[in-house]
């Protein structure tokens, strides 16, 4: 919890602000959080990291949260395209390792990605502290950074992702 509550710190994923101030901005207390703990590793050699998550759950007359991380389908459904022989695109993958025109796939596994997104000043998220922050009495945290649990986590973390992308249509050579 430490190392999570470092990593925090490090990240400036928050700023410490008086509850009435939440109240007041948002017209609602602020969102709990817990610690979740799971079990990387198996019996012999535990490896439990921690994660503070906030609990902003779904309101009656809300819409439900969706999080854009493609499932395990997507994946596979990638490798066997880029494995497969197209014959109606004319399309053969190239296996040869020196070939500048080779089949490749890039996966990227971004740690912890929705911390790496920042939050708006126009829409607030505040979140209560835990224990382990020693906080003052009164006090919880206004999100600078989005926090796993929020419902704006997802659409944060897409605005970040799209300010570095940028599409490029493919050139014959790429299809």
């Given at each position: 919890r430490a190392t999570e509550l470092d990593y925090f710190k490090e990240k400036e994923v928050w700023a410490i602000r008086q509850v009435s101030e939440a109240l007041r901005r948002t017209g609602k207390p602020p969102i709990t959080v817990r610690w979740v703990e799971t079990n990387k590793g198996d019996d012999d050699k535990p490896n439990i990291p921690?994660?503070?998550v906030?609990?902003?759950i779904t309101a009656p007359g809300e819409d439900a949260i969706f999080a854009p991380t493609p499932p395990l389908e997507s994946l596979r459904m990638i490798v066997s395209m880029a494995s497969t022989t197209l014959i109606a695109q004319k399309w053969t993958p190239n296996w040869d390792p020196k070939s500048e025109d080779r089949t490749q796939i890039l996966m990227v596994d971004i740690s912890?990605?929705?911390?790496n997104a920042k939050t708006s000043d126009d829409d607030p998220i505040y979140v209560e502290l835990p224990a382990e922050a020693e906080a003052p009495e009164g006090t919880c945290a206004l999100l600078r950074r989005h926090m796993y649990g929020t419902r704006r986590a997802a659409d944060g973390w897409q605005d970040e992702c799209s300010t570095c992308l940028i599409y490029t249509s493919p050139t014959p050579r790429d299809v």
């Open positions: 921690s994660r503070l906030a609990r902003e912890r990605a929705y911390i």
